[in-house]
C-alpha cells in the first residue's frame, strides 16, 4: 500500500506524455504519478525512484523527488507563510503549502512566525500540521539535571504549566509553580533542567537554583511594595494564587524573598501587611 506522508523506494512501472507512475512492484494496480517536471530522460520502467508521497492542489496522491521538511508522525519547526479564515498554511519545502487547521493551533499565529509542527493524517485521508505536538516529541534526551537547555514554548496549560519542545525536538516541561505568567506560545527560552522523569521528560527551571534567584526575587518583590505605597495589603501567608498573580513566584519563592528582606531591614511583617522600612 502506498503510504501518504512518507519517503518510500517505488518502481518506474509506466511512462506518459506528463510523467511517469510509480508502484511498490510491477504489476501492482495502485500507482501514483511523479509529475513529468520532477523526472529526467533517463529514467525507464523498472527503474527505482525515492520519492515522497502527499496530495496536490485537487487532492490527488502525488509523488515528489523534493525532500519535504517533515514526514508523517514527525515535528519540525515551519514558518507560517499565509492565514486565512480557514486556518493558517506552512511553508514545508514542497510545492502544496501545508494546512494547518484553527482547532490544531496552540495560539494564534501571524505570517512570518516559525512553530514548532508535527506531521498527521486528518479523518479524510489528508495531510496536515497540528501545534499539538506533545505525543510526538523525543523522549530520549541527553540532558541531565542542571544542563542549560534552550528549548520553544509550544502550548501553555492552566493546570500543568508551559510545555516546551527542548531544541524543538525533546518533551519538557516548566511547572506552573515556576511562575508562567509571562511566557506566550512561540517564546524561545533559555532553561535548567530541574529534573528528569523515568520515561524521559524533561522537567525544567526558568529560575536559578534557590540560594541563587533569592536576591533577585527580592529586588522584585521590593519594586512591587513599592507600586503600593510601601505596604502590601497582605502578607506571606497569602494564596498562592495570590502571590503568582502579583509578582509571578511561587509561595515557597515568595516567602524566601520576604525573608531575605526582612534579615536586611528592609521590610517587616505587622498587623497583616508587608511594610517596607523607610531608611
Known amino acids: 500500500m502506498l503510504a501518504i506522508g512518507e519517503k518510500q523506494e517505488l518502481m518506474i512501472v509506466k511512462k506518459v506524455t506528463f510523467g511517469v507512475y510509480l508502484a511498490q512492484k510491477a504489476g501492482d494496480e495502485e500507482t501514483v504519478l511523479l509529475p513529468k517536471k520532477e523526472t529526467d530522460e533517463s529514467m525507464q520502467c523498472g527503474d527505482k525512484v525515492t520519492v515522497f508521497l502527499y496530495r496536490d492542489s485537487s487532492d490527488r496522491p502525488i509523488a515528489t523527488r523534493r525532500e519535504p521538511l517533515l514526514t508523517i508522525g514527525k515535528t519540525a519547526v515551519l514558518k507560517v507563510r499565509e492565514v486565512t479564515k480557514i486556518g493558517a498554511f506552512l511553508d514545508w519545502g514542497l510545492e502544496k503549502d501545508l494546512f494547518l487547521p484553527f482547532h490544531e493551533q496552540t495560539g494564534k499565529v501571524y505570517p512570518g512566525d516559525e512553530c514548532v509542527i508535527a506531521l498527521y493524517l486528518d479523518k479524510s485521508g489528508r495531510l496536515c500540521g497540528t501545534m499539538k505536538v506533545y505525543p510526538y516529541l523525543c523522549k530520549n534526551s541527553p540532558y541531565r539535571i542542571d544542563d542549560q537547555v534552550r528549548g520553544r514554548v509550544y502550548e501553555l496549560s492552566d493546570n500543568f504549566g508551559a510545555f516546551v519542545a527542548v531544541d524543538d525536538t525533546y518533551s519538557g516541561l516548566i511547572p506552573k509553580r515556576e511562575g508562567i505568567s509571562g511566557l506566550k506560545v512561540g517564546n524561545i527560552v533559555r532553561a535548567r533542567v530541574s529534573g528528569v522523569k523515568e520515561d524521559g521528560k524533561l ?77
Open 203 to 279: 522537567d525544567l527551571s526558568i529560575r536559578e537554583k534557590a540560594y541563587l534567584q533569592m536576591d533577585e526575587d527580592a529586588e522584585c518583590v521590593m519594586e512591587i511594595i513599592g507600586e503600593f505605597d510601601g505596604v502590601l495589603p497582605f502578607d506571606d501567608k497569602a494564596s498562592p494564587e495570590l502571590i503568582q498573580r502579583e509578582f509571578g513566584l511561587s509561595k515557597n519563592a515568595f516567602k524566601r524573598a520576604v525573608g531575605r528582606l526582612m534579615k536586611q531591614g528592609r521590610v517587616e511583617i505587622r498587623d497583616g501587611h508587608i511594610r517596607a522600612i523607610k531608611e
